[in-house]
């Protein structure tokens, strides 16, 4: 089993930045692809952004290109999730999962491992 505990989110104007932690630890996936996902309160969990192994496939979502960066130390055990620009439509729980595989649009967006609690960002207009 794989724990996974995210960190770093905030309250922040828009405009601002943002970088987000996540650990994973337990019977951690050496070759795994890792992932960060998104929860806007009453919508569903939507793909942000992954990243493979040797990051050598990186993908993410057509809202947050440019602005967003996925980056792993797998030393560490951790993905992290640098977000500039922020805006409000931004603002909602992001969760990572430590087991992303190919989904039907063609890139690395389905996570199929667990889940950590997430940690929430707030972007103020």
């Known amino acids: 089993q794989v724990q996974l505990v995210e960190s770093g989110g905030g309250l922040v104007q828009a405009g601002g930045s943002l970088r987000l932690s996540c650990v994973a630890s337990?019977?951690?996936?050496?070759?795994?692809?890792m992932g960060w996902f998104r929860q806007a309160p009453g919508k569903e969990r939507e793909f942000v952004a992954s990243?493979?192994?040797?990051?050598?496939?990186?993908y993410y979502a057509d809202s947050v290109k440019g602005r967003f960066t996925i980056s792993r130390d797998n030393a560490k055990n951790t993905v992290y999730l640098q977000m500039n620009s922020l805006k409000p439509e931004d603002t909602a729980v992001y969760l990572c999962?430590?087991?992303?595989?190919?989904?039907?649009?063609?890139?690395?967006?389905?996570?199929?491992?667990?889940w950590g609690q997430g940690t929430q960002v707030t972007v103020s207009s």
């Open positions: 999962n430590a087991d992303v595989r190919w989904g039907s649009s063609g890139r690395l967006d389905l996570g199929i491992g667990s």
């Open positions: 990243i493979s192994w040797s990051a050598g496939a990186i």
């Open positions: 337990g019977r951690t996936f050496s070759s795994a692809t």
